[in-house]
């Protein structure tokens, strides 16, 4: 008798368009928390103070909350299991903000934290990633705290940690998944870069990762689905056009493999990933909204597993078969 489970099924790999965010926002914050995503601040069309919530149920935008200060775009985030932690950018005045908030989804409220260090310049090009129940945040420069220092919301405190080796220093694009910092892409000292790092906060230490095989770029865009990374769109100096293409990062292998490429074409925009799906939004004088949904490679379950009998047993001359194949719903 031999048992078999059945097909390997694979679909998918698509990106779908949802409902128009009411206004344009250039340069926001987004974050999944529950079931919902979350996008606000940045240059917007309307009042860039403004939070909206998106619900993937119904396909809908909502206008959610306000954050407190002044407007301000290019600022970070970092999004914890019960709060979320946003901060610096460019305010309206065209100076660095050193105000830091925290944001309780749930309730709807915000708190003033401790401001960032006040020779924290160039926050509005930096990249903030949570590992945990910490906060990391990537900044261009180096200085008395480093090219990357590590957020503690508890304590509301800040800690050097291991500086930044690569290439690239600005517009580059980061995302953390099983407990690692992933960083890359960009440009520093006037050279586009295809590296691509991991930070092992356990270690404190950096690694090199094998190079993002796509064009190289600057101000792309990236989320997560399950134990995968995905980056895309962006700029090359060579190129031109605004890119399209994007790939999908596996950290147990280390490999990139590239994924249907985005109808959706534009600059500083948002992303977030709620249920198994990413999504992309908004940006340069644009108001879509994008749904990503990965390949799924699955096997079905059945109640009845597939039997196939082999007799007599033992043959001699010849062998009969009989099986019987459950229907896949």
């Not at 200085?143 to 508890?154: F, H, Q, R, W």
């Not at 605004?242 to 490429?261: G, H, K, M, Q, V």
Request: charged content about 20%.
């Amino acid at each position: 008798m031999i048992l078999l489970s059945g097909p390997t099924v694979t679909a998918q790999n698509k990106w779908e368009r949802k409902a128009d965010l009411p206004e344009v926002h250039v340069n926001a914050v987004s974050f999944s928390f529950g079931d919902y995503g979350y996008l606000g601040t940045g240059i917007s069309s309307g009042n860039g103070n403004l939070v909206y919530r998106y619900d993937p149920q119904n396909d809908k935008w909502e206008r959610y909350s306000v954050m407190p200060g002044p407007p301000r775009d290019e600022a970070f985030c970092f999004p914890f299991k019960d709060r979320i932690i946003i901060g610096g950018g460019l305010n309206t005045l065209g100076a660095n903000d050193n105000e830091l908030w925290e944001f309780d989804p749930v309730e709807n409220t915000w708190n003033r934290r401790n401001d960032l260090p006040f020779h924290f310049h160039n926050r509005y090009l930096a990249i903030g990633f949570s590992i945990n129940d910490k906060g990391y945040l990537k900044r261009p420069e180096i200085d008395d705290y480093g090219s990357l220092v590590e957020y503690d919301p508890i304590t509301d405190e800040w800690t050097r940690r291991a500086d930044f080796p690569g290439i690239g220093v600005f517009q580059q694009v980061g995302f953390s998944l099983l407990g690692k910092g992933y960083v890359g892409l960009g440009f520093g000292d006037r050279q586009l870069t295809s590296e691509w790092w991991e930070y092992d906060p356990a270690l404190n230490r950096w690694e090199r990762k094998a190079n993002f095989p796509g064009y190289q770029r600057y101000d792309a865009v990236s989320f997560t689905i399950g134990r995968r990374g995905y980056v895309g769109s962006g700029l090359n100096w060579d190129y031109g056009p605004i890119l399209n293409d994007f790939w999908e990062y596996s950290p147990d292998t280390d490999s990139w493999s590239r994924i249907a490429d985005c109808p959706f074409q534009t600059l500083y925009s948002s992303t977030f990933s709620i249920n198994g799906k990413g999504y992309y939004a908004t940006g340069l004088g644009e108001y879509e909204t994008w749904e990503y949904t990965p390949r799924i490679n699955s096997v079905p379950t059945v109640e009845n597993p597939t039997l196939i009998h082999l007799y007599p047993n033992p043959a001699h001359d010849h062998v009969y078969v009989k099986s019987s194949w459950p229907k896949l719903d």
